[in-house]
T-cell receptor
C-alpha cells in the first residue's frame, strides 16, 4: 500500500485566494483526520471523519475552513479566503478503526500564504 | 479541560545515555496513550503505545510506563543513538468520543 497520499506537497498562494488540500487515506481505513502543525501551536486536530461522516469539527479554526469526505478514498480541506496566519503544515492521517488506534500520517502539505 | 502536558520541551543527552520524557493528562478515564516520533521535515510516526490495562510496555530500546493513579506516562529510550534525534509527541484519548489530545512535543537532541 502506498500509505496516505496528500497533494499538493507544497503550496504558495496569496492572501485572499482559495486553497484546497487533498488526501487519500489508506485503503480499508475508515477514519480520517486533518491536522495543522505550526511551531507556535504544535499539532492541532482540525476535524475527523468516521465512515465519511464528520464526527468532530471543533478544531476547525473558523468559517474560512471547510472539509469534505465525499467517499471512503478522498477528502479535501478548503480554506477560503486564505490568510497569512494559515501558513502551516497540514497533515492528513487515517486509522483502520476508530480513535484509539495507530494513526498513519501522510507526508503533509506545506502551505505558505503571502 | 482536557489537556496533556509534556516535559521537557527540549532534552539534550549524550549518545549512549538514556532519555526520559514525561506526560501528564487530565482525564482519569483515558485508556490509550501513544507516542509518536517526528524527524525533521517528516511526518509523525507511531513508535509505541500503551493501554490502561498494563503498566509498562517495551520494544527493544524504547519503553513506556503508565501510572494511572498519578495520571502520567513516560517514554524511556535507552542507549540513545544519533537517529533518535527528533521531536517526540505523547497523546491520550479523552472525552466522550475518546479523541486524542496531543502534548506539545519534546525535541530530543543526541550529542555525539
Amino acid at each position: 500500500d502506498a500509505g496516505v497520499i496528500q497533494s499538493p506537497r507544497h503550496e504558495v498562494t496569496e492572501m485572499g485566494q482559495e486553497v484546497t488540500l487533498r488526501c487519500k487515506p489508506i485503503s480499508g481505513h475508515n477514519s480520517l483526520f486533518w491536522y495543522r502543525q505550526t511551531m507556535m501551536r504544535g499539532l492541532e486536530l482540525l476535524i475527523y471523519f468516521n465512515n465519511n461522516v464528520p464526527i468532530d469539527d471543533s478544531g476547525m479554526p473558523e468559517d474560512r475552513f471547510s472539509a469534505k469526505m465525499p467517499n471512503a478514498s478522498f477528502s479535501t480541506l478548503k480554506i477560503q479566503p486564505s490568510e497569512p496566519r494559515d501558513s502551516a503544515v497540514y497533515f492528513c492521517a487515517s486509522t483502520m478503526g476508530g480513535l484509539e488506534e495507530t494513526q498513519y500520517f501522510g507526508p503533509g502539505t506545506r502551505l505558505l500564504v503571502l | 479541560g482536557e489537556n496533556v502536558e509534556q516535559h521537557p520541551s527540549t532534552l539534550s543527552v549524550q549518545e549512549g545515555d538514556s532519555a526520559v520524557i514525561k506526560c501528564t493528562y487530565s482525564d482519569s478515564a483515558s485508556n490509550y496513550f501513544p507516542w509518536y516520533k517526528q524527524e525533521l521535515g517528516k511526518r509523525p510516526q507511531l513508535i509505541i503505545d500503551i493501554r490502561s490495562n498494563v503498566g509498562e510496555k517495551k520494544d527493544q530500546r524504547i519503553a513506556v510506563t503508565l501510572n494511572k493513579t498519578a495520571k502520567h506516562f513516560s517514554l524511556h529510550i535507552t542507549e540513545t543513538q544519533p537517529e533518535d534525534s527528533a521531536v517526540y509527541f505523547c497523546a491520550a484519548s479523552m472525552g466522550s468520543n475518546y479523541q486524542l489530545i496531543w502534548g506539545a512535543g519534546t525535541k530530543l537532541i543526541i550529542k555525539p
